[in-house]
């Protein structure tokens, strides 16, 4: 058994957590669309299904993190940083040919964090702590970019809240409008604050 | 058998989809909590839990938007209604007595809205056409408020994704802090498109 075998498992949870959720997702479906006997998964997660869905929300937390970082470090202005960042969640939503399988790095990890808010307090507590990790990134950029702290900070949560919201509201009604809205919305908003 | 044990199945199912999702929440829960037998539940509800689901779907749909209406005819300014709406959402949050069940009908919607937004066309359907609903009672009070219709249908679907967002940040990180930082915000976006 090697740690491919280990990332091949970790991948495929994630995926399907994703698309169904920690709960509507069984062991046995990540064991069969791994390919890998059942024996792996319990060496590698010797917790099972708790210890999978904690090892994903932390492998989403860095990977959406290096996207918004991405965006970040590609435009000085943290206005056009953040439209690239939306726009590009946005083209995801292909209503036409449905959501590709590779687009899932940019899912809603609110299904996760929702899931978990009552359910599961150990997994709640990672969800939580990714938000503020993400919010830490808009912050540092809109730092750089002159706000002041207490207008960084109100801005920081505000964004993390509107994308939240617009992916859930995209999803749910299979269009990019929701988020489309709000890549028009924050520019206003950043102007009123700087 | 009466509306009486209907109206406490639904009641039952809708309380534990918002707190536990759609798969989290076996028929025999429901059947258990609320103290009626098996038979009445497939009597009212011969579809079972998907039916179930889009029976408290649509109950939220008109609970959470009388909630809304209301705090909309309580103020004339779209600003102070918002605020004092997303306020008392954020009263919910009591972190050190833990969510009352009687809060469950402003929960976040957005457990049901993402569970289904893969899994089940049916329900995801139902979910979408229920936000934008919501988005239809701040936009007419936007219009009432001397909006143009371009910016009520913008700051409309922003308003939503933002509550959302914040409603699931705010349980996720077991704070009502997410809430009330929109509450600043939104004023500050009203202003800018009045």
Redesign the interface.
């Known amino acids: 058994m090697s740690n491919q075998t280990k990332d091949k498992i970790l991948e495929t949870a994630t995926r399907l957590f994703y698309?169904?959720?920690f709960?509507?997702t069984g062991l046995n479906q990540i064991i069969s669309e791994s390919g890998s006997p059942k024996g792996s998964l319990y060496h590698y997660f010797p917790e099972g299904k708790e210890q999978l869905a904690e090892e994903a929300i932390v492998l989403s937390k860095r990977r959406i993190g290096a996207v918004i970082q991405h965006y970040m470090n590609e435009f000085v202005d943290v206005g056009a940083a953040l439209n690239a960042h939306i726009l590009a969640m946005a083209d995801l939503f292909d209503v036409e040919n449905g959501?590709e399988e590779h687009s899932y790095t940019m899912m809603?990890f609110?299904?996760l964090?929702?899931?978990?808010?009552?359910?599961n307090e150990r997994l709640?507590k990672v969800?939580?702590d990714t938000?503020?990790y993400w919010e830490s990134i808009y912050y540092t950029k809109l730092i750089a970019n002159g706000f002041s702290d207490e207008a960084a900070v109100?801005?920081s949560?505000?964004v993390?809240?509107?994308?939240?919201?617009?992916v859930?509201?995209s999803?749910?009604?299979?269009s990019n409008?929701?988020l489309l809205?709000?890549s028009?919305?924050i520019p206003?908003?950043l102007?009123?604050?700087k």
């Open positions: 698309f169904q959720g709960h509507g959501l809603p609110g299904l964090a929702a899931e978990s808010a009552f359910m709640r969800c939580g938000y503020k109100t801005l949560k505000a993390s809240a509107m994308i939240e919201g617009a859930t509201l999803l749910s009604q299979r409008e929701p809205n709000i028009k919305v206003a908003l102007a009123q604050y």
